[in-house]
């Protein structure tokens, strides 16, 4: 199988993916979390959440939110799971 074929395999399958519902994400959102900004912060800013309205929906403080998108603080696991449904993403893109 040749660069091409796989290429071409790889398109098809991203094309199904997409069809089916799968999001995906803009180029600035991804450029944001391959220069390693905080990803929590990336998919805030790109929900257009402020840090109050985020920690509202998952049952946190303010200042606990801004910890953890600064990295002074890691959440537990049931928080980042509340932080990913409240993103609407997976918890592998904020952990």
Same mark, same amino acid.
């Given at each position: 199988?040749? *660069?091409?074929?796989?290429?071409? *395999?790889?398109a098809? =399958?991203?094309?199904t ?7 995906t ?6 450029a =944001?979390l ?9 998919f ?9 309205? $985020? =920690? ?11 910890k ?8 537990s696991?049931d ?6 449904? =409240? $993103?609407?993403?997976?918890?592998n893109?904020?952990?």
């Open positions: 199988m040749g *660069r091409d074929d796989i290429d071409i *395999r790889d098809t =399958a991203a094309k993916r997409i069809a089916a519902g799968e999001e994400w803009p180029e600035e959102v991804v =944001a391959v220069v390693g900004e905080n990803p929590v912060s990336v805030r800013k790109y929900r257009g959440l402020r840090q109050v309205e $985020l =920690a509202d929906r998952v049952g946190l403080s303010k200042p606990y939110i801004s953890i998108e600064s990295g002074q603080k890691i959440g696991n928080v980042m799971k509340a932080i990913a449904l =409240a $993103l609407n993403v997976d918890l893109d904020i952990v």
